[in-house]
T-cell receptor
């Protein structure tokens, strides 16, 4: 069972709706991620938060707005999405690098994803 | 050119076969390398990290060639349960947390 919890598991929304995806982890990880995955494609990095600060934004359209209220929570606010935004949205977390003799684990722990359909 | 590339497959192999996947990356400053496995409609899960000296975990062997900028995964004695998509993941300069996924290789092990 994954230790990263994502809600909702499924979401259907219209192009004028505002909704949010939520992600929670209690492993003490200080890096949290949003990835987008379309069918038969690899996960595509969207945002990275490190110590609750946005450290990477991969030129994601502003209709996606991330938020990290504290070290355990990560939200993705959705507004005025397009049908092509329909995808699986994966949240992940990772422990800090520099552990275990400088190598770090590098493991990304993923949630089960939120499957989004935009009508 | 994509940052991390793999042969998409599918690789269809009989049970018991040995199969190898390669992955090439474009950023020579990349520091960390991993293989993930993703089952259909599930989240990716770490299969193994890839260390400079190469490493083995049971039937799985990973190798890194920094000079040629590729990593490989060898699966020996394939099982039906190995059927999945295998994704290589590369992290850039240490501390950036920028984990980039390769295009993925589908493996189907046939009875």
């Amino acid at each position: 069972d994954t230790e990263v919890t994502q809600t909702p598991k499924h979401l259907v929304m219209g192009m004028t709706n505002k909704k949010s995806l939520k992600c929670e982890q209690h492993m003490g990880h200080r890096a949290m991620y949003w990835y987008k995955q379309k069918a038969k494609k690899p996960p595509e990095l969207m945002f990275v938060y490190s110590y609750e600060k946005l450290s990477i934004n991969e030129s994601v359209p502003s209709r996606f707005s991330p938020e990290c209220p504290n070290s355990s929570l990560l939200n993705l606010h959705l507004h005025a999405l397009q049908p092509e935004d329909s995808a699986l949205y994966l949240c992940a977390s990772s422990p800090p690098e520099g552990l275990a003799g400088g190598r770090g684990t590098g493991e990304l722990f993923f949630g089960e994803g939120s499957r989004l359909t935009v009508l | 050119r994509k940052e991390v590339e793999q042969d998409p497959g599918p690789f269809n192999v009989p049970e018991g076969a040995t199969v190898a996947f390669n992955c090439t990356y474009s950023n020579s400053a990349s520091q960390s390398f991993f293989w993930y496995r993703q089952d259909c409609r599930k989240e990716p899960k770490l299969l193994m990290s890839v260390y400079s000296s190469g490493n083995e975990d049971g039937r799985f062997t990973a190798q890194l060639n920094r000079a040629s900028q590729y990593i490989s995964l060898l699966i020996r004695d394939s099982k039906l349960s190995d059927s999945a998509t295998y994704l290589c993941v590369v992290n850039g300069v240490s501390g950036t947390y920028k984990y980039i996924f390769g295009t993925g290789t589908r493996l189907k092990v046939l009875a």
